[in-house]
Nanobody, 124 residues
Framework: QVQLVESGGGLVQAGGSLRLSCAAS????????MGWFRQAPGKEREFVAG????????RYADSVKGRFTISRDNVKSMMYLQMNSLEPEDTAVYYC?????????????????WGPGIQVTVSS
């Protein structure tokens, strides 16, 4: 069993920053690639950023490139998403995902484990 829990969300003004954290527990050796996804009201869950097991490969959605940075600390079983220059369009529930393969995927269906999600609201 793997448990993922997000933290660090909240309300921020446009142009501000937030740092999301994802804590993994349980059978963490089952987790290889990880990713951040988000879902706005009335929209499908979309890929934000992903990172390989050792952090050597990362991928970003075009909408967040240059503003968001994904990282992970395997010793602490943590993953992070540093979000800068936030825009109202970034408002969504953000989810942490993990998968059993060491391939960063943009598809939510490829992820085996999910956190409950955390709200990020960016005011204009």
């Amino acid at each position: 069993q793997v448990q993922l829990v997000e933290s660090g969300g909240g309300l921020v003004q446009a142009g501000g920053s937030l740092r999301l954290s994802c804590a993994a527990s349980g059978s963490t050796l089952s987790i290889y690639a990880m990713g951040w996804f988000r879902q706005a009201p009335g929209k499908e869950r979309e890929f934000v950023a992903g990172i390989s097991q050792r952090g050597t490969t990362s991928r970003y959605a075009d909408s967040v490139k240059g503003r968001f940075t994904i990282s992970r600390d395997n010793v602490k079983s943590m993953m992070y998403l540093q979000m800068n220059s936030l825009e109202p369009e970034d408002t969504a529930v953000y989810y942490c995902g993990g998968r059993n393969r060491n391939v960063v995927s943009l598809r939510a269906d490829d992820y085996n484990y999910w956190g409950p999600g955390i709200q990020v609201t960016v005011s204009s």
